[in-house]
Structure formats: C-alpha cells, structure tokens
Nanobody, 132 residues
C-alpha cells in the first residue's frame, strides 16, 4: 500500500523560503507521476508542481513558476518542493500526490488536465502560512 508523508510546512514572512518533503513508501511500480497540490480555505485544490520520476520531467503552474522548484531523490523515494519568494497568496494546505506512470506520455496527459482526480495516492497535507 502506497503511503505519502509530507513534512516541512510552517509559517514564514513574505519573501521567505520553505522546503517541503514527500516521503513515499510501498511503491510497486518503477516510475510515478508525483505532484504538489495546495488548497486554501474556500478554494479548489490547485496543482502547482509536477514531476515524472522516470526522467525528471517537470511542470509548474503559472502562479509559482520561477519561485517553486520540484525535485526528487529516487534512492529515498522522496520528492521535494523548494518554495522561494513566498507570498501571502501561497498560504494553503499543501498535499503530495502520486500516480503510477509508466511513460512520459502518461505524465504529459496528467499535466494536460492538472486535475487532482488523476492521482490515486495522497498525503495528509502540511500547512504553509505566509504573513505580510
């Protein structure tokens, strides 16, 4: 059974940085599509960064491009989200999500939709709060 555990959330001031970690266990496939979503109160869950573990291919939402960076350590089955130049509008619960992906074509299909419904596995979330 796949389990995802996020860590690294917290409170920072505008312009600060945080690094989130998503440690996975129970993986049975060799490659996965992994993503970070976020959800603020009263808003829909938004995909902000995606990575295909097979070749490191990445995708970012426009709202975080140039500020957030997703990376992976395959030996540790861990995906990271480095968040720089944080803004109050980045305040949200951040969730790690994963889905079995055998090819980059499948990854491209996922980022074409950017829907949380394409992911089968979810972590419990970690809160990020950015104050002005």
């Amino acid at each position: 059974q796949v389990q995802l555990v996020e860590s690294g959330g917290g409170s920072v001031q505008t312009g600060g940085s945080l690094r989130l970690s998503c440690a996975a266990s129970g993986y049975t496939y060799s490659t996965y599509c992994t993503a970070w979503f976020r959800q603020a109160p009263g808003k829909e869950r938004e995909g902000v960064a995606f990575i295909y573990t097979g070749d490191g291919n990445t995708y970012y939402a426009d709202s975080v491009k140039g500020r957030f960076y997703i990376s992976q350590d395959n030996a540790k089955n861990t995906v990271y989200l480095q968040m720089n130049s944080l803004k109050p509008e980045d305040t949200a619960m951040y969730y790690c999500a994963a889905e079995e992906c055998m090819t980059v074509i499948q990854f491209l299909g996922i980022i074409a939709r950017l829907s949380p419904r394409t992911f089968s596995y979810w972590g419990q979330g970690t809160q990020v709060t950015v104050s002005s």
